[in-house]
């Protein structure tokens, strides 16, 4: 064949991937941080600004983490820093996390998430559990006095919230502004339960970012639009949550038992469903291992708050399919073309 007959083919042998998009890392990463704003702006109007700070501080532990572990791989900094990974998982940390948290909490846990569980594995697109849900998990087991006790509420309304540093405390260790108090999925609360409307705008006792329904459907909405996420993983989440609430038995005494919308409501349900269960990483590769995926964190989550000891159970949920997550790859891959589908 002559030189001029393969430049009319315009035959071209390239190695894999050959389907191309113009979506990046570093666009997700930075969509999903804008997305996470305005949960973290409800979080300051109802603990205070000393959020900001934690926040901050996650976030600036996260990142240093990253680039002294790059440097020690001798691994390139700028890139891996610019494409915002670190930044996520800090804010996600610290969304998780109870609002007065002393400043060594969230350090350890940050440093924790970015050089143990993303890079002991190799880095980003490695790691087999979602950094900042691994870490609140060991600091769960680490501090669980600070994790499990400190709830508060600040004790002032309206715009004066904003004003409020819930980390003052007076000569005498009271707190200045806030008032601690138990969280809405608190089991052994009988008497009070939260409404609905308090529950889907944020004004009840929680970690930081989870509070909030509806800041938090905004920013999963505006990853939807952008397309940075599938819309049935947090449907099937929240569905299956939904149901198995209505309908399981349950072993606890409290007037919500079986209330699907408290259930889906309160806790982090939302902040996992929208941001951690749709992680690219550590969740399956295809449509239907997704919704397996989803339907499982959904199940895990109403059997650990109906049948165990811990109130919550969006945490350990998703890092027990991430864990079952190559598993459901394995048997949810589709089949090759012109091959027989093999029976388990």
Known sequence: MSTQNQSENNLIVSSSPHIRDFDSISRI????????????????????????????????????TEIFILLLRRQPVVNVIQDGSAVVTGILLAYTLPPGVPWYVIVVGSFFAIAIVKHSFGGLGNNIWNPALAARAFLQVAYPTIMNSDWRVLVKKGMEKFACNIANVDVNGNLIDAVTTATPLTKEVVERTY?????????????????????????????????CINWYVPACYIGTTFIMARFLPPRIITPWANDSFYHIFAGGLFLGAFFMATDMVTSPLTKKGLVIFSVGAGVLTILIRFYSGY?????????????ATPLIDRFTKPRLYGTKLKKI
């Open 29 to 64: 990463m930075w969509a999903v941080v804008l997305s996470l704003i305005p949960a973290g702006i409800a979080g300051v109007f109802s603990f205070g600004y000393y959020c900001i700070y934690l926040v901050f501080l996650s976030c600036l532990t996260a990142v240093v």
């Open 311 to 323: 109130p919550e159970g969006v945490c350990y949920s998703i890092l027990l399919m991430n864990t």
């Open 195 to 227: 409404l609905l409307g308090q529950l889907f705008m944020g004004n009840v006792p929680g970690c930081i970012g989870e509070t909030s329904v509806i800041a938090l459907l905004l920013g999963g909405v505006y990853l939807i639009y952008k397309r």
